[in-house]
């Protein structure tokens, strides 16, 4: 996403891990691009192959900046670098100053005692700070900013007998939000924390067996989705006898699971044709537009007059789509739209805009179908608002089309707290919510609309699915952090 563009949080990372095929890295980079969304500054893969002239399994990496098409652009690098029949890969997106350590690009691999061991990680861990330090203390030399490389350590220095409960033991130690894949000479192991903040899935296509963030990942390589690790769960995968693909599973600890489910992924980071903690993106992002309707609907002064409701494309669509079906259900007439175009060309850019572009950035990602616009009265439905800069110039562009008046609706609400489980969020002081001291009202003259309607957080709980004992973390809405935080974390440690 460009930064140009959008102010919305960032997904830190996608997971990607493949068991049983010789097409191990093939799958595992088409799993990576549909994943793309979720990590756009590096990707990384590495692959486990049997090395006969060494008689022992041997790991080949490939990493790099740039987007997946780029990383493994070269011809061979798929076929002839990346062998093997098991392969974990990793999307990136990191805060600047880290981003530019190419260390810090997953998956991370070692040779310790007991093998070879690869990981990627989604998820921040939040006794990171304490944990490094213990280990720098007692000589643990670190490559990496990245709080994901003290599993490894803890790994390594574990003195359990076997890599299984080695990576049980570490995990035992850190606190936070993990979604792993774990690759060993022979197993590829999936785990989550026990919150299960971000999504993590099961697929098998044939015999091989297949982990990935979100199920888009298993669609694109005609995988079929089996279940979610679930919260606490350790899965490993590997061969037993013939049979290949086996599945045990395991606890990481006797914690009971608690399930605190990242809200913000059916809000707005997980793609809508995805299923994660179990449901459908698009049926809760669906259901988020028709409570924001019922909610804030938006009554024209002429009864009669039919509102024209547009989506910013592409992340409210679905939710623009719930809004527009409940207006008309609880009776009161509004259509849809397609009334901003986004370019889907502008990429990173690094040429410093001029004095116009820097008034209107969103000018050169998106651009207004004037004649839908004219004279009627819009309301433009977003899924979020962060620092409120975007959402003003979209409003200002939307209002060079000469509406009668233009409304603002968002299907989450305000944002008040920065996430510490694996997304990156503005400081507090740079919310526009905490500018405005969580007044609605001033954030509506700040955004310059005739009308500002935010859903409430019961409002947005009531539209997650909860029939299997589903709990949410809502803390950027409602600062109750399920899970203790250190209060030192620096935003350069923020990596998986
Ligand atoms: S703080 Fe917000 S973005 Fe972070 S895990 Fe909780 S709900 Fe998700």
């Known amino acids: 996403m460009s930064p140009l563009a959008s102010d919305k949080p960032r997904c830190h990372c996608a997971v990607f891990g493949v068991f049983g095929t010789p097409a191990a890295a093939q799958m595992t980079y088409f799993g990576l691009l549909a994943l793309q969304h979720r990590g756009q500054e590096a990707s990384g893969i590495v692959t486990s192959d049997y090395d006969a002239a060494l ?9 790099d900046f740039g987007l997946v098409n780029d990383v493994y652009k070269e011809g061979d690098v798929l ?51 304490e944990i490094r330090s213990t280990l720098e203390r007692e000589g643990t030399i670190f490559q990496t900013t990245s709080d994901t490389e003290i599993i490894l350590h803890l790994i390594a220095r574990s003195k359990e007998p076997n890599q299984i409960d080695q990576i049980r033991d570490a995990l035992r130690q ?79 600890s006797d914690e009971p699971p608690r399930p605190h489910f990242c809200i913000f992924e059916y809000i707005y980071f997980s793609r809508p044709d995805s299923q994660i903690f179990g449901h459908s993106v698009d049926k809760v992002r669906r259901k988020l537009g028709k409570n924001l309707a019922h909610s804030s609907p938006v009554l ?48 990173r850019t690094f040429i410093q805009p001029n004095q116009d572009v820097r008034q209107n950035k969103v000018k050169t990602k998106f651009n207004t179908v004037k004649g839908v616009l004219k004279d009627r009265v819009v309301v433009i439905v977003d899924d979020s608002i962060v620092r409120g800069t975007t959402s003003k110039q979209l409003v200002q562009l939307v209002k060079l089309a000469g509406p009668k008046e233009v409304h603002f609706r968002v299907s989450s609400p305000p944002i008040t707290h920065p996430c510490q489980y694996g ?41 997650a699915p909860h029939e299997n004992g589903e709990g ?20 350069d440690e923020n990596e998986a």
């Open 472 to 491: 949410y973390c809502t803390a950027c809405f409602s600062g109750r952090y399920p899970v203790p935080i250190e209060e030192t974390r620096g935003k």
């Open 55 to 63: 008689g022992r399994q041997r790991f080949h990496i490939h990493k």
């Open 79 to 129: 076929t002839d670098v990346l062998r093997g029949s098991i392969a974990i890969g990793h999307n990136r997106y990191s805060t600047s100053g880290a981003s530019e350590n190419r260390h810090n690009i997953q998956p991370f691999m070692v040779h310790y005692r007991d093998g070879n061991i690869a990981i990627a990680h989604n998820g921040n861990l939040t006794n990171f700070r």
């Open 174 to 252: 850190v606190r936070g939000a993990f979604s792993l894949v774990i690759m060993t000479d022979s197993q590829l192991i999936a785990a989550r924390d026990n919150s299960g903040f971000r999504p993590l899935s099961i697929g098998r296509k044939g015999e091989a067996v297949i982990v990935a963030s979100e199920t888009v990942g298993f669609d694109i390589i005609d995988a079929e989705y089996v279940r979610d690790v679930q919260p606490g769960e350790l899965v490993i995968i590997d061969s037993e006898g013939a049979k290949s693909g086996q599945l045990t599973s395991l606890r990481i």
């Open 423 to 463: 997304m990156d969020f503005p400081t507090p002081k740079e919310l526009v919510a905490n500018q405005c001291g969580g007044d609605v009202e001033a954030i509506r003259r700040y955004l310059g609309v005739d009308s500002l309607g935010y859903l409430s957080e019961e409002a947005m709980l009531a539209s």
């Open 300 to 347: 024209p002064k002429d009864p009669g007059e039919k509102v024209v409701v547009i989506n910013v494309p592409d992340s409210s669509n679905t939710a623009t789509m719930g809004y527009v079906q409940q207006m008309n259900k609880d009776g009161h007439s509004a259509k849809l739209e397609i009334g901003l175009i986004r370019s889907h060309y502008v990429g």
